[in-house]
């Protein structure tokens, strides 16, 4: 079977969008599966859709990477954008041709500086993960390359300078709050270590936009167990088949004037330009990942495995509407149509019928996941309700304590919980996991009162919301008399 190429892609008289030639406008740090299947799919269609032309030129961030196999198949590759609309089960296929060429800094560092001098290059994108926007002062201005991405930033900038030629519109996608603010803050820390000089420093503040952005959809990325059989169906070899769900959304922090350069509402793409992202942020947090934590414990406890499996059945489905709809969206200020369809679509992306999400999975780390998707909603809705609780997060966080207290043996950095007859692992950070076991004979009363004072778990005492130590213990006290999935069905009436 030959390789995925424009040629074979010719030979087979592919009759789907392709751009093969056309201007490097982007340069791209990541060449993983969520950039391909987000930003390169939202690039391709502007190219087919609203004539922006122009090629997205890649680097891999790591000395391990793809851009060898990229590069042997033209950087094409095949995206499946998969899951339900409407009610109905979608597979959308499209070979995406808006990637040109993959960059290895670490085997040809002049290549990606050279890209400095192109005029035509516009914007650079960035996912380098959490932990790639970070300064490190052991990188020095003559490594070539350095290690961290900022430094490879300043660096490439400092040669855009240097070329006399325009900056950039940077659009950074790591998974960190205000990640355009510390790419920047990173790159001026690079500017005064490596004594580049107030002149560069000043083009770089009033020459380039560094926008922060929120990016949301969920990428599982290559198919392992199906690639041999797709690869079958479509008549070629692709080694970098991506998979994605249908739902994407891209908030970009800036200036309006971006829409002027990047044609996506042309396109009809899902991506906004906003003065503040914080509020769709917020949205993301407290619905989406919000609705996760406040009932896959719960769920995992009454006996489903999969999320999707949880969107077919009626109470804990229904408890996790009610958690949505009554008591984090009164808690938000965008529009409330505009958070009513974002909570729409996510009982749909909940029930993708191509991705089996383990409930599982989702607990890792639940106790900093609740901290932080669900704490914020539970105490803005007593703010604004004088006091009243609100009963179905009080309720999650009582399923939270009983998925870790059934934790009465430790595993490897995990605790050994029960379910049924069955045995599954409770993990955290160890000083939770050390608390809980400390704590495996407490009854319900002392359990919930030692969890609630802990501020080290929630950084403050959550003992000052009244009435919220109480509700818990009565909570846990209605699981233990009904079964969770019965608890589940009380507590909406």
């Known amino acids: 079977m030959e390789l995925l190429s424009y040629q074979t892609l010719e030979k087979q008289n592919y009759e789907g969008y392709l751009l093969k030639d056309a201007p490097e406008k982007v340069l791209q740090f990541g060449e993983g599966n969520f950039l391909r299947a987000f930003v390169d799919y939202f690039f391709d269609k ?54 040109s060429r993959c960059l290895n800094p670490y085997e040809d560092y002049q290549a990606l500086l050279d890209c400095a001098g192109n005029p035509d290059l516009r914007f650079i994108v960035s996912n380098t993960t959490e932990a790639g926007i970070a300064y490190d002062p052991s990188c020095q201005k003559g490594d070539r390359p350095p290690v ?3 430094a490879k930033m300043t660096d490439f900038l400092y040669h855009r300078y240097e070329n006399k030629l325009p900056g950039f519109i940077i659009l950074s996608c790591e998974l960190i709050d205000h990640n355009g603010d510390e790419l920047k803050k990173c790159v001026h820390q690079y500017i005064d270590q490596w004594e580049l000089g107030d ?11 560094f926008c922060s952005t929120l990016v949301d959809r969920i990428v599982p990325g290559y198919p392992r167990n199906e690639a041999e059989q797709i690869c079958q169906e479509l008549g070629y070899q692709d080694r970098l088949i991506d998979t994605g769900e249908v739902f994407g959304f891209w908030v970009i922090e800036g200036p309006q004037s971006i829409k002027e350069e990047l044609p996506f509402e042309k396109a009809g793409l899902p ?97 900093s996941k609740w901290k932080a998707r669900c704490m914020p909603s539970l105490l803005e809705y007593a703010k604004r309700n004088g006091g009243k609780l609100a009963k179905c997060l009080t309720f999650s966080f009582a ?21 049924g007859g069955e045995s599954y692992e409770i993990k955290d950070d160890q000083f939770v996991l050390d608390f809980f076991y400390a704590h495996r004979d407490d009854s319900d009363e002392a359990l919930a009162k030692a969890v609630i004072e802990n501020e080290k778990f929630w950084g403050e005492d959550l003992k000052k919301l009244a009435g919220f130590e109480e509700a818990v213990v009565k909570d846990l006290a209605l699981i233990r008399e009904k079964g969770m999935y019965e608890a589940l069905r009380e507590i909406q009436k």
């Open 46 to 99: 502007m190219n087919e859709e609203a004539g922006f032309h122009g090629k997205v030129c890649v680097t891999q961030p790591l000395g391990q990477g793809l851009s060898q196999i990229m590069n042997e198949q033209d950087c094409l590759y095949t995206l499946f954008l998969r899951g339900s609309e409407n009610g109905q089960k979608v597979n959308n296929k499209r070979v995406i041709s808006a990637v």
């Open 148 to 150: 961290s991405f900022p």
């Open 199 to 209: 002149s560069f420093k000043k083009w770089v503040d009033e020459e380039n936009i």
């Open 271 to 367: 991506i906004i330009v906003v003065d503040d992202v914080t509020p769709y942020k917020q949205r993301k947090v407290r619905i989406l990942n919000g609705a996760h934590t406040s009932f896959i414990m719960a769920a995992y406890l009454a006996g489903e495995d999969i999320v999707r499996d949880c969107m077919k059945d009626e109470v804990i489905h229904g408890f996790m509407n009610q958690t949505i709809y009554e008591e984090v969206i009164p808690t938000l200020d965008l529009p409330k149509d505009n958070l009513m369809q974002f909570a729409a679509d996510v009982t749909e992306r909940f029930a993708n019928p191509f991705v089996d999400h383990q409930l599982l999975s989702i607990s890792l780390n639940s106790t």
């Open 399 to 419: 399923a939270y304590l009983c998925f870790y207290h059934t934790g009465r043996e430790q595993g490897s950095a995990s605790l050994i919980g029960k379910r």
